[in-house]
């Protein structure tokens, strides 16, 4: 095969991977998008094995090993479980990245053009540190190790000489060609990758697996400039651009810049202000399953606030089987979902539609809002600081600023609780004590059973 | 002729315009699939890997392209089976059945 039409199959590669993406703008055709991608990959492959000089033994165990552990996870993955999914595929990805810039080092000895070692080094660098990081989010969110922000004093002051050093050997190894130099490189970008996602809480996850995702593409890029191949270089600014993306968004929807999530250990000790002081004169009203039944069935419109309390209670399926129930009865059921409401961007829609509730019923922020002043009960459920309205009202408050759900607009809400605690920000929730406003205390699930079976008896 | 590395700069900025263009059109009902669909995308660097195993490279590379093949086959592999899995369970609306269910 000639260079010229190796170089062409790698851009008709590349360009499914956009048709692919591009496709994602609509459930309706996001399936078939996500098939075209991978076909994308499959010639990308093949073309890369047709007369080239490659040990067919080293591919075909290598592909054999990946194929059957990327399936299992893949197969076996509860959803509630994709985020650290996502973050260990991140962390694969930077492997990749670091190791192939590795072979070729070792291959050529550091002997090459002067471009191509930087490109080397890059790549390296990227790849591990996104190796490291993703892996440390990974213990995070599966619980392996605790999700408190890991902190020291002077921790930005090292990170920034560790980092510095690093410059430095890649200038060494640049100029002198170094094969220690190389090593020492790619051992910082380790252990920085470890000491940047450290001091992150566990609450900051989803941002940090947004900017792992675009690190991975960043690094499969530069895999691309040491291999000198176009399909890497545009696949891997694809999904750079992607993460970067939500990376913006997430940070967006929490009211706080990027540099504030990684370098603040938001969630540590400090969190103070306003806490249990405002409770004391205002009473919450309870009320019961029976006369929640009762306002459900008779409304025109119900509006869902689903949490990631929802979730850890496992009560999706029961909940699909309220608003079904409610739907048949010809009430309008409509779920409003905010951003970080899950653990990753896009995490509840994901439940949610593993429940099976259909995706024209999920609404997003600039959706759900305009609704809820003409819904008639709106249903909280494990959701606490994104129906806050102190983050619309009261300069004062911690999280003033961040966007939400305009739930006090509607005419009645039902907040299902365990209790009046406030959430991991430690921030009162003045729509508790709001006239209009009850609370059902219990766990989410049996809730939301007994409002089931309440509802039968309307 | 233009240094490879130009070229690849001036792909690298084009195509993240485009990536720019393309993703800010995903709706937010479908970001969780869109990071683990693009996540398989980047598990385009199994062809660096593919050639690393190649060139007559001694034990140390063979090994470390080994690794390479491994690592980039999860990716690929897991990306985009998961996300088909994921996809798969965003169910068309079906209005007239809802109401008779």
């Known amino acids: 095969m000639s260079v010229d039409v190796r170089a062409l199959l ?15 703008s609509s459930p309706r055709t996001a399936r078939s998008g996500n098939l075209i991608g991978a076909a994308g990959m499959l010639l990308a492959v093949v073309v890369t094995l047709i007369d080239n000089d490659v040990s067919w033994a080293v591919i075909a165990g290598g592909i054999a090993v990946g194929a059957v552990l990327g399936a299992v996870l893949a197969i076996r993955v509860k959803m509630t479980e994709m985020p650290q999914l996502v973050a260990a595929f991140n962390g694969f990805g930077g492997a990749a990245s670091a190791l192939v810039a590795a072979a070729v080092f070792v291959t050529t000895g550091g002997d090459m053009a002067g471009d191509t070692i930087l490109t080397v080094i890059l790549s390296v660098l990227i790849g591990a540190l996104t190796f490291t990081g993703s892996f440390v989010a990974f213990a995070k969110l599966q619980g392996i190790m605790s999700g408190a922000p890991i902190t020291y004093p002077g921790q930005q002051i090292v990170n920034g000489l560790i980092g510095a050093a690093a410059v430095a050997l890649a200038v060494w190894v640049q100029i002198a060609q170094a094969d ?81 999530v990684l370098f603040s250990a938001f969630g540590s000790a400090d969190s103070s202000g306003g806490a249990g002081a405002a409770a004391g004169d205002k009473t919450a009203r309870s009320t019961t ?18 949490g990631y309390g929802l979730a850890v209670a496992q009560a999706q399926h029961a909940l699909r089987e309220l608003t079904k129930d409610l739907e048949r009865r010809g009430v309008k059921v409509a779920f409003g979902i905010h951003p970080v409401a899950g653990r990753m961007p896009g995490h509840m829609n994901v439940l949610l539609a593993e429940a099976d509730v259909p995706y024209d019923q999920l609404l997003d922020l600039d959706q759900a809002n305009p609704l809820l002043s003409r ?84 | 002729m233009l240094d490879p590395v130009v070229i690849g700069v001036i792909v690298f900025v084009l195509a993240s315009f485009v990536g720019f263009e393309v993703i800010t059109k995903v709706p937010p009902t479908l970001h969780t699939p869109l990071m683990s669909g693009s996540n398989a995308i980047s598990g385009i660097t199994i062809v660096g890997a593919l050639l690393a195993t190649g060139a ?41 059945e809802e109401d008779r269910a």
């Open chain 1, 180 to 260: 220690l130099g190389f090593w020492l490189v790619a051992a910082i970008a380790l252990v920085l990758g470890v000491l940047l996602v450290i001091p992150i809480g566990g609450a900051d996850m989803p941002v940090v697996i947004a900017l792992l995702n675009s690190f991975s593409g960043l690094a499969a890029a530069s895999t691309g400039f040491v291999i000198n191949n176009s399909a890497l270089i545009i696949s891997g600014a694809l999904v750079g651009a992607s993460g970067l993306i939500l990376t913006s968004l997430m940070c967006e929807a929490m009211n706080r810049s990027i540099w504030n």
């Open chain 1, 10 to 24: 790698y851009l008709v590669a590349a360009a499914a991977f956009i048709v692919g993406l591009k496709r994602l």
């Open chain 1, 375 to 458: 819904t008639d009960v709106v249903l909280v459920v494990g959701a606490n600081d994104v129906v806050n309205p102190s983050a619309r009202d009261d300069a004062s408050s911690p999280i003033y600023g961040m966007p939400i759900l305009d739930v006090d607009l509607a005419r009645t809400v039902v907040v299902i609780k365990r209790s009046l605690s406030p959430g991991f920000a430690g921030i009162d929730n003045p729509l508790f004590y709001r006239d209009g406003t009850v609370m059902l205390f219990a766990d989410a699930k049996k809730a939301i059973t007994d409002l089931v079976k309440a509802i039968e008896t309307v």
């Open chain 1, 289 to 306: 399953p029976d006369d929640v039944a009762i306002a459900l069935a008779y409304a025109q419109q119900v509006v869902v606030v689903p």
């Open chain 2, 56 to 96: 007559g490279s001694g034990t140390l590379a063979s090994v470390l392209a080994f690794a390479a093949v491994v690592t980039a086959t999860i990716n690929v592999v897991g990306g985009f089976m998961v996300t088909d899995r994921m996809l798969g369970m965003f169910r068309r609306p079906k209005p007239a």
